[in-house]
């Protein structure tokens, strides 16, 4: 019989004995928080151009997911309900950090993934223990408890990489660590945790603990630890009050930086990359700073994908938890205003190689409910192909991270 030679192309042949199907060892799995098709498309006009591709566009294979929780008080997911739905498989409440509707908590394929003897991380320019990338390392029902969800971290699922921000949560309060309590920028960041010094903890535990850009370069081999400011790795305030969209460290660099030191488990890895100023500074309605998001974003599946060029046992998985400001791409038109003060349009924004420009609109400060896109590379990738539910996810990661024997 004739094997399908092309990892991903068609459909890997099914379990014929001794078939050599393509397997995934390593799966990286990327979300723009908030990112919908409409902030794919803005990015991609202002990135690539009129006729341009963004590198999360080339991606061999495109689908789309629905995101709707199981919430008796919701419609529209957030962020932590919809992780649950990746992490685990299941449907559940917003704010559930991979607990049932009833609190239970449920197997992660984070820990799973551990438990198959790979190599994990997550790396996110949110807290680090921020609703995404948490539920797939931890269980609480309550994803406002962050400290919680770092001792679990350091307990339980442990990560061999954990790169983002959120420092106040590792630490008691009145212990300022390398970010000063009640910084100029945001006084009401301090320290906040009430599970003891989980810096000094993870220490003990062997991570590297590293604060800056220099010594996140610095530190190779094992366990890595790097906090780079007190909350979010940028500061979302209203729209011209301070809002500042400038990681002190990029998502690509540490994203390399991740995926170098996870390459070394023989096992292969799962590594869990995060842009959170897409959803926040789409929460202020706020275009320039979205499109700067994306921008971090897009460079960091850059390096993904060409990881995943050079490693073809890697799943490389582009997506986003839910759409958020309901944002659209519009004409510059200003007769078709549909709000006023922070949810004014936003624009006129340059496309790249053209002299031609668009618009941002808005239509809520909050979530929506429409399909995100999803895109992948790499074997199972052509799973993604259709419509499905964000479940659908854990349906196809399961396979690689957590395989039943
Ligand atoms: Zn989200």
Do not use: C
Not at 234 to 249: C, M, N, S, T, W
Request: no cysteine; aromatic share 6%.
């Amino acid at each position: 019989m004739v094997l399908n030679p092309t990892p991903g192309a068609s459909g890997a042949p099914q379990s014929t004995a001794k078939a050599k199907a393509p397997t995934a060892k390593n799966v990286i799995f990327i979300n723009g928080d908030g990112m919908g098709a409409a902030a794919r498309e803005a990015a991609r006009l202002h990135l690539a151009g009129l006729q341009g591709r963004l590198t999360m566009d080339r991606l061999p294979v495109s689908g789309q997911l629905t995101t709707t929780p199981d919430d008796p008080k919701a419609v529209v997911t957030d962020s932590a309900a919809a992780a649950t739905a990746w992490a685990t498989g299941e449907k559940t409440y917003n704010g559930a950090i991979s607990v049932d509707t009833h609190g239970n908590p449920l197997p992660t394929l984070g820990a799973q993934a551990k438990a198959a003897g790979k190599a994990t991380g997550l790396v996110t320019t949110a807290q680090v223990t921020d609703a995404s990338p948490a539920a797939f390392f931890a269980n609480t029902a309550d994803r406002g408890k962050q400290d919680e969800i770092a001792r679990q971290y350091l307990d339980v699922s442990k990560p061999d990489v954990i790169l983002g921000g959120g420092e106040d949560w590792w630490l008691p309060a009145g212990t300022a660590g390398a970010f000063p309590d009640k910084p100029a920028e945001d006084t009401s960041e301090g320290s906040r945790g009430t599970k003891g010094n989980l810096i000094a903890k993870a220490q003990r535990s062997g991570y590297r603990y590293v604060t800056n850009a220099k010594d996140l370069d610095k530190a190779t081999g094992g366990k890595v630890l790097g906090l780079f400011g007190n909350e979010e790795m940028f500061q979302q305030r209203p729209e011209g009050q301070g809002d500042v969209y400038a990681p002190a460290v990029d998502l690509a660099t540490m994203t390399s930086k991740a995926l170098k030191t996870l390459d070394k488990n023989k096992k292969g890895f799962f590594l869990m990359v995060e842009e959170e100023g897409v959803d926040e500074f789409a929460h202020s309605n706020n275009g320039t700073r979205v499109l700067q998001s994306m921008q971090q974003l897009e460079k960091a599946v850059a390096v993904a994908r060409a990881y995943q060029a050079t490693h073809p046992d890697t799943l490389l998985v582009v997506t986003g938890d839910h759409e958020t400001g309901g944002l659209a791409v519009e004409e510059n038109d200003t007769a078709d205003e549909s709000g006023t003060g922070v949810s004014a349009e936003d624009g006129p924004f340059t496309i790249h190689g053209s002299d031609r420009t668009f618009t941002i609109d808005w239509t809520t400060s909050g979530h929506t409910s429409v399909d995100v896109p999803v895109t992948a590379a790499g074997p199972l990738a052509s799973r993604f192909t259709g419509k499905h539910a964000n479940t659908y996810v854990h349906d196809v990661l399961s396979q690689v991270l957590a395989p039943r024997r």
